[in-house]
């Protein structure tokens, strides 16, 4: 999956997580769980639609890299063997 | 029993502040805990007095108050004597924006050091706090903000232009708005906290207070009817100080992380005022949750005392499990001396798991937004019987009342009766009369004079004594909904439902959750024409969420044609709840919510 495949699934998967989430105002290297008030059972559902989709296992401790779009799109990029961004 | 008693804890290094149950219970008068207060040098008492003043007069100014944990893990450090300060600069702004005493300000923050200095510089100079949570929507900020007659709102730029901007010509009684922290572009009719701050004086005479002097508003939510704002007078504080040593163990200089938000009455009570009056340090957390994050505060804190809830000790269970390889990391919890939770039963798994995997078992205890104060607990000194709020407070004298046809206490002829034997289910009641009891639902005076029977305050929880005087929580008497430990009124929820062109009727229950205890879930019947499919599902989900805000929006919406009603036509949700639990709809009396998940 490209940066870009996975930064649109992400987008989808908190659509639905969230439902109304106002995506638009969020920019993709600054965290969005603030941004769209997430709590932390929106946060939990998140990660296991998430693994659902990618079907990668999403341990706690990778978190921290699920801060921002850009960072779970290259997190799932990654690890779905697609390339990262390229620095922009 | 499933669980097996804990034994006492052995203190670490000294003596628990509650070392003996009994001894405490037989000897303890409400006076004497009234007679460890300072009290102001003119007389009369003070909540932000005995918080802040009496330690920085007793030579300790530079004890460290706050220590506030940034979301980048970055640690300030603050003095008594710099919250002495930074309040009484607050007590200025009010003074020179002319709110009166008694007028109510409120706060709509999450954690942070702002929350600290509004809050005492309200309560030093004779206003009212009243604090929001921070994840309600624009309809309960303004409700709440109308209700409570808000004079000054004290918030973000970024909370202000989500929640308050929309609402704020409905709200003309609210005269200032002041912004804390970065504000990039001042909207109008607001004012930029800093600014005023650093034109104020850092030295304010707190001005005579009497006990009985409203102190704290905190909104509560009911079955029916809008949110009700409990009372709290400055006398408060002495129940607020006295429960704190004995159900917390809080002294002087412990290092002391309460993660309730600031915007529920525990935050304010335990995350604010009880362990300043001990002259603490308190974490202040301003960052999001993360178990992560969690452990490693603990850690680098050195977390002596540890109040939190049981839906995070669950989301703390789910990440690290009893039978799994303990904690997440090279983390040392060994600072820990005691740790306790409430806002809703700690299931015995989680007392257990405690003690494995943080290595202390946690002690749940129970109180509510009207109590103003811890009122039944587990203590350090005694054993836990893992499932149970505990044993009352010294000075707290609790009862299990028998119940009348509506579920509620039974009152005859104005006399209630306590239920025969131990074991007996009925409603928990308090004799009324501790410091820190309600004076008042604001301009509700007929919804206060119902809580009470025959010099008994009714709870509206369901519960157990047992032969040896341990209390278990049953349920609710009524259809208030514990999520996340705290109350969401299911009027609140069907009446913005109901808002939407879609929806013809609502009812609104908690459906049990193994971490969260319920979660909100809505049954709808639409109007002609509607359809009943996902897109109008989502819909009505992000409609309500963002009315409500998260933390009061359902979660969870079912489409139900021929949702069950009374013969006047309400919906009756205890039959949805029913039909939810799969259990016998005619057998209504064991349907009350379990929110322990067990």
């Known amino acids: 999956m490209t940066h870009d495949e996975a930064l649109a699934m992400i987008r989808a998967v908190i659509e639905e997580a969230v439902p109304g989430a106002d995506l638009a105002a969020v920019p993709p290297d600054e965290p969005f769980r603030e941004r769209l008030e997430m709590d932390s059972l929106d946060f939990l559902t998140f990660v296991e639609l998430l693994g659902g989709r990618t079907g990668l296992a999403l341990p706690e401790q990778d978190y921290g890299a699920l801060a921002t779009l850009d960072g779970c799109a290259d997190y799932v990029a990654s690890r779905t063997g697609g390339p990262p961004a390229a620095p922009s | 029993m499933a669980y097996t008693i804990i034994a006492a804890q052995r203190h670490p290094h000294g003596a628990w502040r509650l070392p003996d149950y009994d001894r405490t219970c037989a000897t303890f008068t409400w006076d004497e805990a009234r007679s460890r207060m300072s009290g102001l040098p003119g007389g009369g008492l003070n909540m932000g007095f ?5 330690h920085v007069e007793a030579g300790h100014g530079d004890w460290e108050a706050l220590r506030c944990v940034a979301a980048d893990d970055s640690v300030t450090h603050v003095s008594y004597a710099d919250l002495a300060a930074d309040a009484s600069r607050f007590a200025h702004v009010l003074d020179d924006l002319g709110a009166a005493p008694q007028e ?18 309200t309560l030093r100079s004779r206003r009212v706090l009243c604090p929001l949570f921070s994840a309600f929507g624009p309809e309960p900020v303004r409700q709440r903000l109308a209700l409570g007659d808000a004079r000054v709102l004290v918030t973000t730029e970024a909370l202000y232009r989500r929640k308050v901007e929309e609402i704020r010509h409905r709200l003309p009684g609210l005269a200032h708005v002041l ?11 607001t004012a930029v906290l800093d600014r005023l701050m650093a034109r104020a004086s850092p030295v304010f005479s707190v001005p005579p207070t009497g006990p009985e002097d409203m102190a704290l508003l905190h909104f509560t939510s009911g079955t029916t009817g809008t949110p009700k704002a409990a009372v709290h007078v400055h006398e408060a504080v002495v129940a607020h100080h006295a429960t704190a040593a004995f159900a917390l163990d809080l002294g002087p200089r412990d290092v002391y992380w309460c993660t309730a938000d600031p915007g529920w009455v525990t935050g304010t009570s335990y995350g604010i005022i009880a362990p300043l009056t001990h002259g603490a340090t308190l974490v202040v957390d301003e960052g999001e949750f993360d178990v992560h994050r969690w452990y490693r505060i603990l850690d680098s804190q050195k977390v002596a005392i540890w109040y939190t809830a049981p839906t995070a000790i669950r989301m703390l269970m789910r990440a690290t499990p009893r039978d799994g390889h303990g904690l997440p990391g090279p983390y040392d919890l060994s600072s820990l001396r005691f740790v306790a939770s409430v806002g809703e039963p700690l299931n015995p798994e989680a007392v257990v798991w405690g003690q494995q995997v943080l290595g202390l078992p946690v002690h749940d205890n129970w109180w509510q937004t009207e109590t103003g104060a811890i009122m039944i607990a587990n203590y350090a000194s005694g054993d836990i019987r893992p499932g149970s709020m505990g044993r009352p407070l010294p000075g707290v004298r609790a009862a299990i009342l028998e119940r009348g046809q509506d579920g509620r206490a039974a009152v005859t002829g104005g006399h209630v009766r306590q239920v025969p034997h131990p074991g007996v289910e009925g409603e928990l009641a308090l004799r009324a009369g501790w410091p820190s009891m309600f004076r008042g639902y604001l301009n509700e005076q007929g919804r206060y004079d119902a809580c009470f029977a025959d010099g008994w305050y009714l709870t509206g929880d369901l519960a157990r004594r047992d032969e040896d005087g341990w209390f278990w929580f049953v349920g609710r008497a009524d259809d208030v909904i514990k999520s996340a430990g705290h109350l969401i009124g299911p009027f609140e929820v069907e009446s913005a439902l109901m808002e939407h062109p879609a929806v013809a009727e609502a009812g609104v229950i908690g459906r049990p959750d193994p971490v969260v205890g319920a979660v909100v879930k809505a049954f709808v019947s639409l109007r002609p024409g509607c359809r009943p499919d996902d897109a109008l599902r989502r819909e009505l989900l992000a409609f309500t969420r963002r009315r409500l805000g998260p933390a009061v929006a359902p979660r969870e919406i079912a489409f139900d044609q021929n949702l069950p009603r009374t013969r006047s036509g309400k919906v009756m949700r205890r039959l949805l709840r029913a039909r939810e639990l799969g259990l016998p709809e005619g057998d209504l009396s064991t ?3 379990r929110s322990d998940g067990t």
């Open chain 2, 50 to 54: 005995e918080a802040v003043d009496r």
């Open chain 2, 104 to 121: 109510r300000v409120f706060t709509l923050l999450g954690r942070r050091r702002e929350l600290y200095t509004a809050a005492l510089g």
């Open chain 2, 179 to 189: 912004l804390v922290g970065p504000v990039a572009d001042p909207p109008p009719g």
């Open chain 2, 591 to 593: 349907l009350e919510s």
